[in-house]
C-alpha cells in the first residue's frame, strides 16, 4: 500500500477521526481552556446535550486523551483532565484556532 | 455569551467540524501531497467510496478550501486543488500528523 499510496497514513486517519467526532473538538479546546467539571463542560459548548458530552468523554477516556478523576470531597466531586497525550494537542487546537480566525470568521461575518 | 464562556469559539467548531467530517482530514492530506485526480484520491484513502468523495469534495468547494479545474485536453481532466486557504491548512494536517505519529502509532502497534 505504501508505494501506491505514499500520502496515507492510518495514524493520522485515526487521529483526525477521533478529534473531528461531533462536539469532541470544541469538548478538546474546553479541557485545554481548564474546563474540568461536566456541568461546566457541557454549558460552555452551546447546543451540547448532556448525553452526547457523557459519550464524548469515554471515548476520550478509552483513547487516554482524558482522564476522570474523582475527588474525595463532600459530595463528591468528578473532574474531567487532560493526560499529557490529551495536552499535546494543544498545537493542533492552535493552529486550527489561528486558521478558523483568519479563513472562517472574515467568512462568516460577510455572511451575517 | 462570551463572559460565562471565554473558551468557546464558533470559528474554531465551524473548521473543526468541517475538517473533521469522516473522510475530510484523509482527503485534505491526500490533497497537500498534491493527489489531484478523482480516481487518485479514492484509491489513496482506503474504503472511501465514490459517493463519498464526491460529497465531501462539494462540501471542501464550498467552503472554498478546494477548487474544482477542469483542464481542456482530450479526454476533458478534472483536477482538485487547494485554495490559498485550504493550503493553509497544512500546520493543522502536519501538527495533527505529529500528534498521530507520536501518540497513535505506538498504541495501535501495541493492540496488533
Known sequence: MTESNPAFC???HHA???IGRRWTGAIL???LHGTARFSELRSAVPGLSDRLLSERL??????KVVQRRVIPA?????????TPKGRDLESVVNSLSEWA????????ARAV
Open 101 to 108: 480566525e483568519a479563513w472562517v470568521k472574515p467568512g462568516l
Open 58 to 63: 469515554k471515548e476520550l477516556e478509552a483513547e
Open 74 to 82: 463532600s459530595p463528591v466531586r468528578i473532574e474531567y483532565v487532560l
Open 10 to 12: 492510518p495514524y493520522y
Open 29 to 31: 479546546r474546553e479541557l
Open 16 to 18: 483526525i477521526e477521533l
